[in-house]
């Protein structure tokens, strides 16, 4: 049995393979809500005809699908084969979805390209359970602030890179996800490698594990038997959601009613994603340990609330935009590293893999019901009530956080 002293040389491997991966998918975000315009008014559903909007919404809702049905079988897998062979097989994945989304000519292909994508995300969900199995209670939570800034970073220079990219592209007689969607695919293959070859096994426990836990695995209801479990697991689909309405309707935003191009909001998803790394890299650890993280909540959902009542009541402006939208995505980014280190905390360390790959299941039934709502919800003419409803998703954050925060220390 290899000892836990030895594994944490894994950790900088398995960060540097989720950046590379989150590259290539930060690349690819900016430009699909423009892919879609030419299908609109050509689809109808139950009489409706769908507007640029609600397509792209489903674009990204059904990215979330697929990622929901197979998060937690990724991560089941990993505790039965390893996290190093699961994570590169999800990468691999990756990287076919982005070859198929290069060649779309249809919004068909642009639909199974995104689908295939999305089954491929259990990388996410992998990736924490690597990092649980390397960290114990007193640094779990700074080990899971470390994911979210490579996500940060990731979403920071991928929609510029992603931008700029579309655009050559398009000059160079292409469409304008081709160049794009193969250099995504591209980014995926180095970090299928860098897994494969660079980051050791960190659920090698192989004595242990195989006689006393491979082969007796809880079903995934196990993890959602009391009031308690079922509370802490809703509230990763209430965060996902708040942040995915806002992430989902950005561009539309900025396009409608400020005139945007997607290369001048891949700059906003930039700046956006910079703040976010930072926060996760700099400040959730030290904040976990100075107040913890059911006070951390209260904080993200605090900032996030704020970002939407800037966007309500402000007038539409680059400053309004520059300022809401960092806080409406930040707000929510603390508390997906708190969620994943409360779960970490309350779940044998066996079982990892299965209980963070179901949060990441879960988070995606979120990211699936979010685009949609927004999609449904907004209107150019009057936005106003998407942005209440993605301000509800702070609201009840903040209820589940003074209600837990009220229960006597166990």
Same mark, same amino acid.
């Given at each position: 049995m290899k000892l836990r002293s030895e594994r944490p040389p894994a950790m900088p491997a398995i960060l540097f393979a989720i950046f590379i991966d989150l590259l290539g998918f930060g690349i690819i975000v900016?430009?699909?809500?423009?892919?879609?315009g030419p299908y609109a008014g050509t689809v109808t559903v139950g009489g409706m005809v769908l507007d640029e909007a609600t397509l792209g919404a489903a674009l990204f809702s059904i990215y979330s699908l697929t990622a929901f049905a197979a998060g937690p079988l990724w991560g089941r897998l990993s505790d039965r084969i390893g996290?190093?062979?699961?994570?590169?097989? &999800?990468?691999?994945? =990756? *990287?076919?979805?982005? !070859?198929?989304?290069a060649f779309s000519d249809s919004l068909l292909m642009l639909f199974l390209a995104?689908?295939?994508?999305? @089954? *491929?995300?259990g990388n996410v969900g992998i990736a924490m359970a690597a990092m649980a199995d390397l960290t114990d209670e007193s640094n779990r939570g700074r080990a899971m602030g470390l994911i979210g800034a490579v996500f940060g970073l990731g979403f920071a220079f991928g929609p510029l890179v992603g931008g700029q990219l579309s655009h050559l592209s398009s000059a160079s007689g292409g469409s304008a996800i081709l160049l794009p969607g193969l250099v995504a695919a591209s980014l995926s293959l180095i970090a299928a490698f860098m897994a494969y070859r660079f980051i050791s096994e960190t659920n090698s426990? $192989?004595? $242990?594990?195989?006689?006393?836990?491979?082969?007796?695995?809880p079903p995934w209801s196990t993890f959602l038997k009391t009031p308690a479990q079922l509370a802490l697991f809703s509230m990763f689909i209430v965060t996902s959601a708040g942040q995915?309405?806002?992430? &989902?309707? *950005?561009?539309?935003?900025?396009?409608?009613?400020?005139?945007?191009?997607?290369? $001048? !909001?891949?700059? %906003?998803?930039? @700046?956006?994603?910079?703040?976010i790394a930072a926060i996760q890299s700099l400040a959730t650890g030290p904040l976990f340990k100075s107040i913890g993280e059911l006070k951390s909540l209260v904080l993200g959902g605090s900032i996030h609330f704020i970002g939407c009542l800037v966007i309500i009541f402000g007038t539409p402006s680059f400053t309004v935009a520059l300022i809401a939208f960092p806080l409406i995505m930040s707000g929510m980014t603390i508390s997906f590293p708190a969620l994943n280190s409360l779960l970490s905390?309350?779940?044998?360390?066996?079982?990892?893999?299965?209980?963070?790959?179901?949060?990441?299941? +879960?988070? @995606? %039934? #979120?990211?699936? @019901? #979010?685009?949609?709502? =927004? #999609? %449904?919800?907004? &209107?150019?003419?009057?936005?106003?009530?998407?942005?209440?409803? +993605?301000a509800v998703t702070s609201c009840l954050l903040l209820a589940w956080s003074f209600w837990e925060l009220r229960k006597p220390a166990a």
């Amino acid at each position: 049995m290899k000892l836990r002293s030895e594994r944490p040389p894994a950790m900088p491997a398995i960060l540097f393979a989720i950046f590379i991966d989150l590259l290539g998918f930060g690349i690819i975000v900016p430009i699909l809500p423009f892919l879609v315009g030419p299908y609109a008014g050509t689809v109808t559903v139950g009489g409706m005809v769908l507007d640029e909007a609600t397509l792209g919404a489903a674009l990204f809702s059904i990215y979330s699908l697929t990622a929901f049905a197979a998060g937690p079988l990724w991560g089941r897998l990993s505790d039965r084969i390893g996290r190093r062979p699961a994570l590169a097989a &999800t990468f691999i994945g =990756a *990287m076919v979805s982005y !070859v198929i989304l290069a060649f779309s000519d249809s919004l068909l292909m642009l639909f199974l390209a995104r689908a295939f994508s999305g @089954a *491929m995300a259990g990388n996410v969900g992998i990736a924490m359970a690597a990092m649980a199995d390397l960290t114990d209670e007193s640094n779990r939570g700074r080990a899971m602030g470390l994911i979210g800034a490579v996500f940060g970073l990731g979403f920071a220079f991928g929609p510029l890179v992603g931008g700029q990219l579309s655009h050559l592209s398009s000059a160079s007689g292409g469409s304008a996800i081709l160049l794009p969607g193969l250099v995504a695919a591209s980014l995926s293959l180095i970090a299928a490698f860098m897994a494969y070859r660079f980051i050791s096994e960190t659920n090698s426990d $192989e004595s $242990e594990t195989e006689t006393s836990h491979v082969s007796v695995r809880p079903p995934w209801s196990t993890f959602l038997k009391t009031p308690a479990q079922l509370a802490l697991f809703s509230m990763f689909i209430v965060t996902s959601a708040g942040q995915i309405m806002a992430f &989902t309707i *950005m561009p539309f935003w900025t396009k409608d009613l400020l005139f945007w191009s997607q290369q $001048e !909001v891949g700059n %906003l998803m930039g @700046a956006i994603g910079l703040c976010i790394a930072a926060i996760q890299s700099l400040a959730t650890g030290p904040l976990f340990k100075s107040i913890g993280e059911l006070k951390s909540l209260v904080l993200g959902g605090s900032i996030h609330f704020i970002g939407c009542l800037v966007i309500i009541f402000g007038t539409p402006s680059f400053t309004v935009a520059l300022i809401a939208f960092p806080l409406i995505m930040s707000g929510m980014t603390i508390s997906f590293p708190a969620l994943n280190s409360l779960l970490s905390r309350r779940t044998d360390r066996h079982h990892q893999g299965a209980a963070l790959g179901l949060s990441s299941g +879960i988070s @995606a %039934l #979120g990211r699936v @019901a #979010g685009p949609l709502a =927004a #999609g %449904l919800l907004y &209107t150019k003419e009057a936005p106003e009530p998407l942005f209440y409803a +993605i301000a509800v998703t702070s609201c009840l954050l903040l209820a589940w956080s003074f209600w837990e925060l009220r229960k006597p220390a166990a």
